[in-house]
């Protein structure tokens, strides 16, 4: 579908940075996506791409400086630990041209959290508290090491749960936009039988972008009919006009 | 980890670039990265950057253009059913700034299948054999609509079923390099302990890339640690080096 047709003036974009090997040599599966994607929506941001790149200082540089010019939010996931592999905040502060120290307030929760642990805060450990200069913390409560904020850039944890505690303590930060509202319909029809009317109903309704799925599921195909627009009004219609299309067809539809 | 360190002539590289709003929006899971970035360790290639893009032409064009110099191999998924919203053979033409059509052999491939299924093989149906001049067709055993292959890039199909077997009808194509190998160990440490050691040990192998991944499992927390490298002796030997690190650390270890 074409995301082009809802770029009113409403609309507020977003990147993710996804910093990660373990993402990119198949080890891992990648969770944080879907998750972030997910609760944009909810605030009427529109997440328009997405980069997985390595633990390399100059991919970082390049893809944060890429990003944060053409979007109004990036989101970065990992490289945010303690070990020499963890090298998202200095990237992130040669990117924006800052220095980068240890940050009085991220040593602070970090002293206080190894006191109440009876754990050592080793100089690794310190190395979770270097923050570039104009950053602002975003709080951590799964495991304290805070991620931080500078200027449309927020950098969290990879560790799912932890990139997810951190999204909601970002969320209030977040000014949205018009939100992206969809409606769908999954229908026992191939693709092949619908794609000409529904061609024909996309370029009725511009301001509704109309995306076909196809599926396999239990020996059956059918196709997954995704319609999303920031007009509610445009939206019904458009989704009202589908359903008399499907009828026509005689599908058995199941609203979903 | 810093896989710079094994950029030896020998490396073969590729990126990924996923093709579909259903990711950006959250709606659906990609599964193809993991996939296409096991078979590609496989026969020694290396996936070095995933981009997650809409369905825009233009951003299709940039991805691809910029991919297909960078790496050796691009791959991509979706796009290449038969509605108005499968934009990816017309933007692979663009990039490369060829014409497209309908292609000979994929439209024989098409007309027997819908022959045998009994369905009509009607206009829509028929967009799936449009094809960049110049391209080469990918066999896809499970829906017949082939993907294709234009120099360095290969179109693959965005369901994971049919993007998997097109995979497998691409692999005797591709050229390998060096394989990368790895192993790996799960201890029940902190990062911030094992931190230092393993900063040491990595400047000890540069030809090793030490990747710390933190887990928290049933209320325990540890640490995955991955080592990768192109050279078997060196990966062995920074990996007994690893053990005895652990060892003396008195770590309850689970060999991976």
């Known amino acids: 579908m074409t995301l082009q047709d809802n770029r009113t003036p409403k609309t507020?974009?977003?990147?993710?940075v996804v910093i990660g090997d373990e993402i990119l040599s198949g080890r891992t599966q990648d969770k944080n996506v879907a998750h972030l994607a997910t609760c944009?929506?909810?605030?009427?941001?529109?997440l328009l791409e997405v980069r997985i790149i390595p633990d390399i200082e100059q991919e970082i540089v390049d893809a944060i400086n890429f990003c944060r010019k053409k979007y109004n939010y990036v989101f970065t996931s990992g490289g945010i630990g303690p070990t020499h592999d963890d090298i998202t905040a200095d990237s992130i502060a040669a990117a924006f041209g800052v220095g980068i120290d240890?940050?009085?307030?991220?040593m602070k929760i970090?002293?206080?959290?190894?006191?109440?642990s009876g754990i050592e805060f080793n100089e690794a450990r310190k190395r979770m508290?270097?923050?570039?200069?104009?950053?602002?913390?975003?709080?951590n409560p799964v495991s304290k090491a805070p991620g931080f904020r500078i200027e449309n850039v927020f950098v969290m944890a990879g560790v799912p749960a932890i990139m997810q505690a951190m999204m909601q303590s970002i969320l209030?930060?977040?000014?949205g936009g018009?939100?992206?509202l969809s409606r769908s319909v999954g229908a026992p029809v191939a693709e092949g039988i619908i794609a000409a009317d529904l061609g024909a109903l996309q370029k009725e309704f511009p301001e509704v972008s109309m995306g076909s799925y196809p599926f396999y599921k239990q020996g059956l195909l059918g196709t997954n009919l995704v319609l999303r627009s920031v007009e509610p009004e445009k939206l019904d219609a458009a989704y009202d006009a589908l359903l008399a299309i499907l009828?026509?067809?005689?599908?058995?539809?199941?609203?979903i």
């Open 12 to 16: 507020v974009t977003a990147a993710m």
């Open 40 to 46: 944009l929506n909810d605030v009427g941001i529109q």
């Open 102 to 106: 240890h940050h009085p307030e991220a």
């Open 110 to 116: 970090l002293t206080e959290h190894y006191i109440v």
């Open 129 to 139: 508290a270097r923050i570039p200069d104009g950053a602002s913390l975003v709080d």
């Open 172 to 175: 209030p930060e977040l000014t």
């Open 178 to 180: 018009a939100k992206m």
């Open 247 to 255: 009828a026509q067809l005689d599908a058995d539809i199941n609203k």
